[in-house]
């Protein structure tokens, strides 16, 4: 991904006990990991959807320039999809699940920071009618996006304890 993944490493031994379980009963986690996945999935679209951040606290409002400049009025979205919001996804391996966006500005999204003109220049600033501004640095603040929240932390031992049961004892 080129863009930003967020890696959380699991180092307490009830977790890396659970995943053991998890393997002996199914052969592999990655059933599970599928499942946190698309949960994690729907958090992000949630996020997207309410302008909050996986605390829950609202994004920093669009500047006037921005909203005057701006297709549509939704934080970090564009119409039609095909921008960061549309470019989040999961990838599961054996043991492992990686979310991210290939969005190269996805970063800058997700962390904020300054974007400066090289060399002293000048960064030329698009508008949706076709002009545009020209300014020597922007700034734009974190709006994460990314990140697991305490109810996503709940839901994903809920699946880790459901996958960690034998199959026989596992709720229909």
């Known amino acids: 991904m080129a863009g ?20 002996r009963n199914m052969g592999s986690t990655r059933p599970a990991l599928l499942e946190i996945g698309e949960h994690l999935q729907g958090s992000v679209e949630e996020r997207f959807r309410t302008e909050t951040d996986p605390q829950g606290r609202p994004w920093e409002p669009l500047t006037d320039f921005t909203k005057a ?4 009025n939704q934080i970090l979205t564009e119409s039609g999809g095909a921008g960061l919001r549309g470019s989040i996804h999961y990838r599961v391996g054996s043991d492992s699940l990686e979310q991210g966006t290939n969005k190269i500005y996805g970063a800058i999204h997700q962390l904020g920071g300054t974007i400066k003109a090289k060399r002293g220049g000048a960064l ?32 994903i031992d809920q699946i880790l304890q459901r996958h960690a049961l034998p199959p026989d004892a596992r709720p229909r």
């Open 4 to 23: 930003i993944e967020l890696k959380h490493e699991i180092r307490d031994q009830i977790t890396s006990d659970v995943l053991r379980q998890i393997e």
């Open 69 to 72: 400049n701006k297709r549509g």
């Open 124 to 155: 030329a600033i698009g508008r949706p009618d076709g002009a545009f501004a020209v300014v020597k640095q922007v700034t734009i603040p974190a709006r994460e996006y990314l990140g697991l929240s305490a109810t996503d932390r709940e839901v």
